[in-house]
Nanobody, 120 residues
């Protein structure tokens, strides 16, 4: 049983910064893709950032240049550094981990989410 736990959310003013953390119960080196997703009120969940085993990263256009996804295999933790935060960044942020299945398809795991609120 894989567990992911987000932390680091909170209330921040526009232009401020937060760093989100996602700790895994097992080795994150076992996952092929790690990522952060978010869901704002009244909207669908969207991809924010992903990172592969080869450290290739992808970002939503809305966060490019402001957010950075990283991982620390020794600590079994991944991070999302969020700078220059905007009101539109307000959402529940979820961490995600994916393993490619040997028989085909994917195993996907989700954390419980952490609230980020950007407001003056």
């Amino acid at each position: 049983q894989v567990q992911l736990m987000e932390s680091g959310g909170g209330l921040v003013q526009p232009g401020g910064s937060l760093r989100l953390s996602c700790a895994a119960s097992g080795s994150i080196s076992s996952f092929d893709v790690l990522g952060w997703y978010r869901q704002a009120p009244g909207k669908q969940r969207e991809m924010v950032a992903t990172i592969t085993r080869a450290d290739r990263t992808n970002y939503a256009d809305s966060v490019k240049g402001r957010f950075t996804i990283t991982r620390d295999n020794a600590k079994n933790t991944m991070y999302l550094q969020m700078n220059s935060l905007k009101r539109d960044d307000t959402a529940v942020y979820y961490c995600n981990a994916v393993q490619v299945r040997a028989i085909g398809g994917l195993n996907t795991y989700w954390g419980q989410g952490t609230q980020v609120t950007v407001s003056s």
